[in-house]
């Protein structure tokens, strides 16, 4: 309907007034629905509370999360460098391989990377399925034929694959499992996420300011979405060359990927989810403290020298993007829980 025409009679006027008021009590609706939900003007949304996925298949996503069968020598799963009690990550500058020899990377958690749209430091891939086919077949060392005749020899993993799809154990439904498993690792209910949903007593007036600042000082350009990043490339080290601080050989991120040359250096915006129980920070894991990572943040991102106060109210906002998996807080290990 155009409102620019003139209504041509009064049942024209009249049905408009219908559609008016319809579309008024209707914005109304929405209005209110979305104050009960979120802050509609919020650039962040909170994490949704509800588990997406089918719970047979969930379940054998984590049996084989965390299998050592899924690796080739049988001794390490998943969950080796992404334990579920400990953040998702294994604190570990980089990751290490159980002979002791070391990944080129950190090990970023795995919880919500359901709500990435890419995935690795470098963005290689952009489904979880993709990434899990990659991962066995090279981290793990697998082939295909071997990992399928292992599941198929396991009498439970058939009869529950049997149950969860219509063909059985392949190759297909094993990266389902598991990608609806990963899917399933959300972590709702952070302070910040009741906050975002009008509770004002969930957040100390401080991290309130830490989270005006981090959106005035345009961290949120970068870090953004449900999950606060992973949804975009960006050069580590706009304002000022970091390649040189590498702690592992010298990693050039998306460039090896893509071979343009503007892709020097430039990895995928990290989330900051649970952001406070997953140091060590950066790719290569540089930086074991959470107020140097903002610093280094403002420094090479934003080319600005954050006041030391404001470092400080916005690693206490950062401390409340901690949420809940399981019904328990996401926690950090046992090293790390000292003050
Ligand atoms: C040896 C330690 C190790 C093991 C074992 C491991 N991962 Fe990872 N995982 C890593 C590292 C390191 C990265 C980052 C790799 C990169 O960026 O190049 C990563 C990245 C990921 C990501 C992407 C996260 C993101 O935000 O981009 C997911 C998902 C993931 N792993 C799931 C798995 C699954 C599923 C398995 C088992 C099949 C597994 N991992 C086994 C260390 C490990
Ligand atoms: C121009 C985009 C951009 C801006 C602006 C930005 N960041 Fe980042 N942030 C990144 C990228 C890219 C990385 C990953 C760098 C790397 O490790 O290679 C990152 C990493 C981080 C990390 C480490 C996360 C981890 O798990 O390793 C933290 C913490 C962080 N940023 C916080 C902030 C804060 C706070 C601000 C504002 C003061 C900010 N960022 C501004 C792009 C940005």
Redesign the pocket.
Known sequence: MQLSEPPRSYGNMQQLRIHVSIAVSVAAMLVQHLAQTAQPSEPIVPIPAKIPGDAKRIAIGERLFHDDRMSKDRNESCATCHPLDKGGMDSLPVAKRPDGSKHLR?T??VFNVGLSATYN?DGIENTLEAHADRIVQTLMKMTWVELIARLRADSAYVSSFEAAYEDGVTRANILDALAVFERSLLTPNSRFDRFLRNDHNAMTQRETRGYR??KR???V???QGANM?GN?????G?FEDVSKKNVAPLDR?RVRITNVPRDE????????RN?AV?A????????QE?SK??ET??KV??G?A?AREDVDL?VEF?RTLTGEFRGSLVSAPSVEAKP
């Open positions: 950190n970023p958690t430091w600042l981090f000082y345009g961290c350009t970068c870090h990043g975009l490339y960006q050069k580590f706009v991120g250096y430039v990895f995928r915006v990290p989330s900051l952001v997953t060590p920070y950066f790719h290569d894991g540089r930086e959470l990572a903002v943040m403002g991102q934003l600005k954050l916005i950062l």
